[in-house]
Structure formats: structure tokens, C-alpha cells
């Protein structure tokens, strides 16, 4: 992208970053945010800072905001609740609607909508608190993934590797949800393809392999540590490759999800296939982060990356508007 021209910036008008919020996940949200925020500001953008945990939603119509970068994570701020309210404010945001934000906020609602595509995702069931533990396991076998569906950044995650340990992992995971999610576990490489754009336009950025130490790539290695690490074009035959980007463009689509995103794959050891695995429609923007490390392989640096998702921001629902 060519520098921003001062009238190009001005266009953009009273912008406000979004970024802290309610979740699990705010001290990452905090980090995108300030990256986001300074990088706007670098380029001549009236960015402003507006964190929903410290102020009223219903201050964002009193700003004024133009348009609004969203650069929060997990619940109420990716699940489609905040992109709602925007929608009713009237004020353009980045990323996807409030339909694609929620199914893709949702684990569950993600793989059933794969799954309806054809599209390829570890077998799975949902847990309750009277849900037969016996008989998931019998159903995925051993070891298996449970995971609550509505976080983000590995958090509530446990690897069950005896039929013991599934009540231990359900009780993690369900301090996030009522309702959890237990996964077949897949041996392999872990991946994640960074998207752009909506639709025919949408594509996907060169795929980045993760190789976290021991392969744990938990909260803790994903963004406080240099312990992982990252290979960006990720080393990859070319057919797997192409299968991979495509792949990910299906699954994007599949939720209709825009103006950025990540789709997170595991290629399985035994085959070489790969699994689609979960949906991010509010990625990291922070100095781990995959999105901008794949957008710098393509020559993008951050600061161009951050305006090229700002100027993406618009309502979704204008049309349904009625008279």
C-alpha cells in the first residue's frame, strides 16, 4: 500500500479503537488495541481509544466516531452482541456482521456449519453436566480435546488422555459454558491461514505453521513468551498447500465472515489431511499475532494492514433498513 495522502486519512474521519471489553481475553484486547491505535495515529488517522469496560456502549454515539476498528476479543466483543449494537448506532465497524461473528464466536455452531459445507473438522459432541462421560469417549475415543466454545486464545482447554480426566476437563471448560465441547484429537502440524476481503474477493494470506515447545501452544506461548516458533511461508508441498488456502476460503465464506479474519488448521500425521479447526473473526493485531505476520510476508507492514482493514468498515444490515 502507498502512503496514506492527508486527504485520504482525513476521509476516514473521527475513528474510534475499540479495544479492553469484559472477556477473558481483555489483556490481549488491550495489546491489539494499542498496536491498532498507534498504528492508525502513525498514518495521520484521527484514532481515537474507547475501552467498553470503562465506558458506556451508548458513549459511542456521543464520540461522534466515523467508523470504528474493532479490536476486541472473545464475548462481547466478537460474538456479534457489540456489531448489533453498532448496526443500531449506525456507526460502520470492521470485520464481520453480527450473524458471522456469533457462529464463528461458537465452536459448535462453527463445525456444524462446516460440516453442512463438507467441509473437513474433527469429529466432535457437546457435554453437559448430564451428558454420559463414558459414552463420549466411547463416541471420540482417547486422547480428545475439550474446549469451552465460546473463548478464545486456548483458554478452558485441557488434552484428556484417560477416561478419568474428562470430568476434571468438563469442569474447566464449563466454568466458561454451560455447554462444552469435546473434540477427537488430532496428532499433527498446527497451521493458521490469515484472510482478507469478503466474499469472491476474500483471500487468503500465505499460511503460517505454529510449533509451540512441547506442542503446547497455550495462553501463556501465544503471547508472552519467544518460545514458539513461527514459519512464515510455512515449509508445505505445494498440492497441501493449495488444499490449505482453499480450504480456508471455504470455510470464511462458509460463515460469512469479512474484512479480516483467521481460520485455524492441524494436518494430520498420519495422511497428511488437513482439519479445519476454529474461526477467529477478531484476530490478534499484537507483536505475536499471525494476521500481521502473514500480511508481512506479503510485504504489508502493520501499520498498512491496519489501514487496509480500517477502510473495510461499513454496516452490514443497511439494506434491511426499512423505509
Not at 475499540?18 to 484521527?46: P, Y
Not at 476479543?73 to 460474538?79: A, L, S, Y
Not at 483471500?203 to 501463556?220: C, F, H, T
Request: contains cysteine; proline residues 4%; hydrophobic residues 45%.
Amino acid at each position: 500500500m502507498s502512503a496514506l495522502s492527508s486527504s485520504d486519512a482525513a476521509a476516514l474521519g473521527k475513528v474510534g479503537v475499540l479495544f479492553g471489553g469484559h472477556s477473558a481475553e481483555r489483556d490481549v484486547s488491550i495489546m491489539s488495541g494499542t498496536g491498532v491505535l498507534a498504528a492508525l495515529q502513525s498514518r495521520g488517522i484521527d484514532a481515537h481509544p474507547f475501552d467498553p469496560a470503562l465506558r458506556s456502549i451508548a458513549e459511542l454515539a456521543g464520540e461522534k466516531f466515523d467508523r470504528v476498528f474493532i479490536a476486541l476479543h472473545g464475548r462481547f466483543g466478537e460474538d456479534g452482541s457489540l456489531q448489533g449494537a453498532l448496526e443500531q448506532l449506525g456507526i460502520p465497524y470492521t470485520g464481520s456482521g453480527v450473524m458471522a461473528c456469533a457462529i464463528g464466536m461458537d465452536k459448535i455452531y462453527t463445525k456444524m456449519i462446516w460440516l453442512m459445507h463438507g467441509l473437513p473438522t474433527p469429529r466432535y459432541t457437546s457435554i453437559t453436566e448430564a451428558t454420559d462421560l463414558a459414552a463420549v469417549v466411547a463416541e471420540l475415543g482417547l486422547p480428545l480435546i475439550v474446549k469451552p466454545p465460546h473463548e478464545g486464545s486456548t483458554i478452558g482447554i485441557t488434552k484428556v488422555s484417560a477416561a478419568d480426566e474428562l470430568k476434571a476437563a468438563y469442569d474447566i471448560a464449563a466454568r466458561f459454558d454451560d455447554v462444552v465441547l469435546a473434540e477427537e484429537f488430532v496428532t499433527g502440524r498446527e497451521f493458521t491461514v490469515a484472510m482478507l476481503g469478503k466474499g469472491a474477493l476474500a483471500r487468503a494470506l500465505p499460511i503460517v505453521e505454529i510449533v509451540a515447545p512441547g506442542g503446547n501452544y497455550d495462553y501463556q506461548n501465544k503471547y508472552f513468551t519467544d518460545d514458539v516458533q513461527y514459519f512464515c511461508p510455512a515449509v508445505l508441498d505445494e498440492a497441501t498447500a493449495a488444499e490449505m488456502s482453499r480450504l480456508a476460503v471455504d470455510a470464511y465464506r462458509a460463515l460469512d465472515c469479512e474484512g479480516w479474519g483467521r481460520i485455524d488448521f492441524l494436518l494430520r500425521a498420519s495422511d497428511n489431511k488437513p482439519f479445519l479447526i476454529e474461526a477467529n473473526a477478531s484476530p490478534g493485531m499484537t507483536g505475536h499475532s499471525l494476521v500481521p505476520m502473514a500480511a508481512r510476508a506479503l510485504g504489508i507492514s502493520y501499520e498498512d494492514l491496519c489501514v487496509e482493514i480500517l477502510q473495510s468498515a461499513r454496516l452490514k444490515m443497511a439494506k434491511g433498513q426499512g423505509s
